[in-house]
């Protein structure tokens, strides 16, 4: 009789078990995935001090499709003169367009706008740009929360004439891997853009 009184008890103890894991199983939230942002276009705004505003696009018209971004224009800059940089970032597959250049805002926290450019192309800020090294000098005008660059808005002063010069932008998506060293190569690429760069 006691053996029988311990092999229910055994039976209902492990049928307990069985139930309260498969309730906490059912109970558990699924993780929150990070999804890319669906971009079609890209335009670079470059705004004198004074003159005349540049602008260079990059078209995707099927999104997520086959097709990636594919550069319009080339960045004509003048020689001496000071620019601020910022950016228009849309997906028009939606109707009307979906401004992402606002998601990445309000997510800054998770993102991060990296530049690489022909040596020399700029007096300001000197160098090659920081997609080869996140320490190199790029003159943000934004950040977010924490203090760690943004990049939607910059500024630039064009050097010496040259038809043979690039400028890239990078844009990295870095949901929980965003810190004031991170770099190019930190998260995912939501776009990387190569122009070539006339500066007269």
């Not at 505003?53 to 018209?61: E, S």
């Not at 550069?71 to 367009?97: A, C, H, R, W």
Request: proline content about 4%; aromatic content about 8%; glycine content about 8%.
């Amino acid at each position: 009789m006691k053996n029988i009184f311990k092999l229910n008890y055994l039976l209902f103890a492990v049928l307990t078990l069985f139930v309260f894991t498969a309730c906490e199983e059912d109970e558990a939230v699924p993780e929150e995935e990070d999804e890319m942002e669906v971009i079609t276009d890209v335009t670079l705004i470059f705004t004198p001090d004074a003159g005349d505003v540049v602008t260079a696009t990059a078209q995707d018209p099927d999104g997520e499709g086959v097709l990636d971004l594919v550069v319009q224009d080339e960045i004509k800059l003048q020689s001496g003169t000071s620019y601020t940089l910022t950016f228009d970032i849309m997906n028009n597959l939606e109707s009307p367009g979906e401004d992402i250049g606002d998601e990445i805002a309000e997510e800054d926290d998770e993102h991060q706008v990296f530049f690489a450019w022909t040596e020399g192309a700029f007096s300001n800020p000197s160098g090659n740009g920081n997609i080869d090294n996140a320490s190199d000098p790029v003159n943000y005008n934004d950040s977010d929360g924490n203090g760690n660059p943004l990049g939607l808005n910059t500024s630039w002063t064009a050097s010496n004439p040259t038809t043979a010069a690039s400028f890239t932008v990078r844009l990295q998506h870095q949901p929980d891997v965003k810190t004031a060293t991170s770099g190019a190569n930190d998260g995912d690429t939501d776009f990387e853009l190569q122009f070539r760069l006339t500066i007269e």
